[in-house]
């Protein structure tokens, strides 16, 4: 077999469009046959470029082809506990729907492919800070600024994408800070007079002011949140 018809892991990636991480972790799980894996004396895995189009084929098989999408692909996957591989064979096999978002300048490309979770899955997401921070209407540095000061309870997974954790925030969780508190300053003087600052550039140093309802004119403490302190 000549090299021109075989690539190396860092061209696989490129092929895909995904990290090395994740390349080595569909090598490792057998997705792509590897011609050569690492040893002592060759560090680098070479796999046969034929195999890269027959994996891209399966998925488009397997996929509905859409003009468009809002989701985020296999990103977003990894917020419900399946990371690529997992995300892969499901489609392969069929017990989880995908769409397809065809781009002609990277034809192999992986986020092509939209994975379609069930509506139970969609009830169990989570969001990423950046996320929290559309949903919540500010500045992502606000998000941060109040899962710090644990206003926002918020979970550190391994999401696949790198080897490193990240910090992801439950929507319920999200839900309750909406429900709990109130962004930027009251409009009317009697709401004014409702709402207490809770966090804010002259309350904790957060770059927004936040506020909650007054009760038996006690200021109210940050909430408790478990492992959130320690995380930050």
């Known amino acids: 077999m000549t090299l ?10 490129q092929a895909l469009c995904i990290s090395n ?32 189009h027959q994996l891209v084929g399966s998925l488009k098989a397997r996929s509905t082809v859409a003009k468009d999408s809002d ?8 917020f419900r506990g399946m990371d690529i591989v997992d995300s892969i064979k499901a489609i392969l096999a069929g017990t989880l729907n995908c769409r397809m978002v065809a781009d002609p300048s ?8 939209v994975p379609i979770p069930s509506l139970a899955e969609h009830e169990k997401d989570f969001v990423s800070p950046k996320e929290a921070s559309e949903l919540v209407g500010v500045n992502i540095n606000a998000i941060y600024d109040w899962m ?24 319920s969780s999200l839900a309750q800070f909406k429900r709990k508190f109130r962004v930027g300053i009251p409009t009317s003087t009697i709401n004014r007079q409702a709402y207490t600052p809770v966090s804010g550039p ?21 909430p408790s949140f478990t492992n959130n302190s320690s995380q930050r």
């Open 71 to 78: 989701l985020h692909g296999f990103k977003r996957q990894t």
């Open 148 to 171: 710090k000061h644990g206003f926002i309870s918020y979970q550190k997974r391994n999401v696949g994408r790198t080897a490193r954790t990240v910090k992801l925030i439950s929507k």
């Open 4 to 13: 021109d018809i075989t690539v190396s892991l860092t061209g696989y990636a």
């Open 21 to 52: 991480h994740q390349t080595r972790k569909l090598l490792k799980a057998e997705l792509l046959p590897a011609l050569i894996k690492p040893t002592r004396e060759n560090r680098d895995w070479l796999v046969d470029k034929s195999d890269i």
């Open 202 to 222: 002259k309350v904790d140093g957060a770059c927004v002011n936040l506020y909650s309802l007054r009760r038996a004119n006690k200021i109210q403490t940050p």
């Open 106 to 113: 990277q034809p192999l490309s992986l986020h092509q492919f």
